[in-house]
Structures are given as structure tokens and as C-alpha cells.
């Protein structure tokens, strides 16, 4: 290590709040008792019992730093750990708000999967499209913010959770906005020729929605390791990206 690093590392450490308060105190403490000895006139004894005690003094100054430092080192610790068990709190209830709307996205593309699309399916519209995507409003930002805080691991897991939550409101937006810009004609043909893809998104959401579950299990009895394959379900999820591929205009207004 180079001497303008050690230089800058010393510098770092007395520029923290708490090394410097004790120093300042240590400081002004010497100064009063070197002018104490300067304005008295005493016999050698007694010079060198105030020896004794300038010595004694400045251990407990010492002592004093070394605990205002130790202090705020500890009350950082405690902090960050109170920050940790609060966003665990949170990554509980996100997962559970996920598991208690899960349903009407497997509703949404079971329905798409299934049905063929005429005058009577369309009635249908308004509930379909009525809140149809996952609320992510617990991880933003409250949870984001604070992952920092937790272990490298879980921090990974909340991560995926949310990645994949996320590529599912994408998938169900996009369907959306294909059922809400065409007719009845133009959406039968479109739903038969993603007929496939649909059904594959529809198995993705089931598994998705067991693997919620063991999340929000394994959050609840605090476990350091999850024991979710995240790799593999976000291969699985590759289905989902294939249903917002650019499609074509002709597959969906009525032209084609």
C-alpha cells in the first residue's frame, strides 16, 4: 500500500464524526491540565503525582474516544440490522399480496387459452380487463431501497421475485392492449394463432405461483437459503417474453 493511501485511509478515520469528537475532547483536556501544571508551584511529590495523574487522566480520555467510536459503530450495526428485519417484514407481505392476486392472472390467461372469441366473449370485456396485472406498490420503493441491507443471497431471491412479477404485468399489459383494440373477428384469430403460447404462459403462472409460496414460507421461518432454482424459472419464463413479440398487424385489426 503506498503512503498517499495509508495518507488518505488516516485522513478518512479522523474525519468520522466520533474519532474526531474524541479527539478535540483529548486535545482541550491536555491543554487545561498543561496549564494547570504551568500555573502551579509545587514540591517534586507533588509534581509527579500530577504526573500520575495527567497519565491517569488521559487513559480515560483515550478510553472515552475509543468508546464514543465503539458506540457509533454499534448503533450503525443496530441500525442496519432493525433495517434488515423491516424489509424482511415487507418482503412477506409483498409475497403474500402476490399469492392473494395471483388467481385472476391465471383466470386471465386460462380465459384467453380457452375461449373463442365471438359477439358474446366480448361482453366479457370489461370484467376481463379490470385489474388484471400484480401490485408491486410494497416493493416500490420500500423494499428496493433497502436491499443493500440484507444478506448477498436473499437480496438475489427478493430480486428475482420481483424481476419475474414484473415479466408476468408486462405480458398481461400487452394482452390488454391487443383485446382492447380489436374486434371480435380479428381477436378469435389472433387468440387461435397464440393459442400455444398462451397455455405455456398459463403453466408458467401456476408454477410461479408455488414457487411464491415457498418463498413467502421460507421468508416466514427465516431461512438463510431459499432452496428456489430461480435459473430455471426464469428459462421457464421465456414463454411469457414470446407472447409480447411484435405481432403482426394483419393477426389482429381485422384487415388481414
Avoid at 53 to 81: D, E
Wanted: hydrophobic fraction near 45%.
Amino acid at each position: 500500500m503506498s503512503k498517499r493511501t495509508k495518507r488518505e485511509r488516516l485522513h478518512a478515520i479522523i474525519e468520522t464524526p466520533y474519532v474526531r469528537l474524541g479527539l478535540v475532547i483529548t486535545v482541550l483536556l491536555l491543554i487545561g491540565l498543561a496549564i494547570i501544571l504551568l500555573a502551579t508551584t509545587s514540591t517534586a511529590t507533588d509534581n509527579a503525582q500530577l504526573v500520575v495523574n495527567l497519565v491517569t487522566v488521559a487513559i480515560v480520555v483515550a478510553s472515552s474516544s475509543v468508546t464514543v467510536v465503539l458506540g457509533g459503530y454499534v448503533q450503525g450495526w443496530v441500525k442496519g440490522r432493525n433495517k434488515a428485519k423491516l424489509t424482511k417484514s415487507l418482503m412477506v407481505a409483498y409475497a403474500t399480496r402476490i399469492l392473494e392476486e395471483l388467481p385472476k392472472v391465471l383466470s386471465f390467461f386460462e380465459f384467453l387459452s380457452y375461449t373463442s372469441w365471438d359477439e358474446d366473449s366480448m361482453r366479457m370485456m370489461p370484467l376481463l380487463t379490470k385489474n388484471r396485472t400484480l401490485d408491486t406498490s410494497i416493493y416500490d420503493p420500500r423494499i428496493r431501497d433497502n436491499l443493500l441491507f440484507l444478506k448477498e443471497k436473499l437480496a438475489n431471491d427478493v430480486t428475482y421475485f420481483d424481476m419475474l412479477i414484473r415479466m408476468i404485468n408486462d405480458s398481461v399489459e400487452y394482452c390488454l392492449t391487443i383485446i382492447t383494440s380489436s374486434q371480435p373477428e380479428a381477436l378469435s384469430k389472433w387468440s387461435q394463432l397464440r393459442k400455444e403460447n398462451l397455455q405455456n404462459a398459463l403453466r408458467f403462472v401456476q408454477r410461479f405461483t408455488l414457487i411464491s409460496d415457498q418463498f413467502r414460507t421460507a421468508l416466514l421461518k427465516g431461512k438463510k437459503d431459499t432452496g428456489i432454482d430461480w435459473s430455471s424459472l426464469l428459462k421457464q419464463s421465456q414463454v411469457i417474453t414470446t407472447i409480447t413479440s411484435i405481432t403482426p398487424k394483419s393477426d389482429f385489426d381485422g384487415k388481414g
